[in-house]
């Protein structure tokens, strides 16, 4: 496979998530700056007809190009991940089971803690003690 082209800019906060994706999922890029004033940027207008919005992503193995981070993620997690993020109904389930685990947690926090005296004053000078040693 031929590497990808990504033109972004340092600072732009969506270009940096594609960035990130293209990391994660251990693709190989070449990353054109295309700061402003950068020779770049115009090389950029001309490819997308005018405009010189980033991230813009090519793919030379499919011939897609597209601008959009949002869209791009979606394309780069479709096209070569091994797995996707989680979906909308995984999201709902995690979100059941939480509204049903939250109770068991709030109770299991504190004894995680080290604090099963019923007292929280007694608690607290406990670790101010331990502080002191």
């Known amino acids: 496979d031929e590497p990808l082209i990504l033109y972004?800019?340092?600072?732009?906060?969506?270009c940096r998530l594609v960035r990130e994706v293209l990391t994660e999922l251990d693709l190989s890029y070449e990353l054109k700056s295309?700061?402003?004033?950068?020779p770049r940027r115009q090389e950029l207008s001309d490819i997308t007809g005018g405009s010189s919005q980033?991230?813009?992503?090519?793919?030379?193995?499919?011939n897609m190009q597209m601008s959009e981070s949002k869209d791009i993620i979606a394309y780069l997690y479709k096209t070569y991940a091994k797995y996707t993020p989680p979906s909308d109904l995984l999201q709902f389930g995690s979100e059941k089971v939480m509204s049903l685990a939250k109770p068991?947690?709030?109770?299991?926090?504190p004894l995680q803690a080290g604090s099963n005296a019923e007292d929280p004053n007694e608690y607290q000078s406990k670790l101010k003690a331990a502080e002191v040693e």
């Open 34 to 38: 295309a700061g402003k004033e950068s």
């Open 54 to 62: 980033c991230p813009y992503l090519i793919d030379p193995n499919t």
């Open 104 to 109: 068991i947690f709030a109770q299991v926090a």
């Open 8 to 14: 972004s800019y340092e600072g732009n906060q969506f």
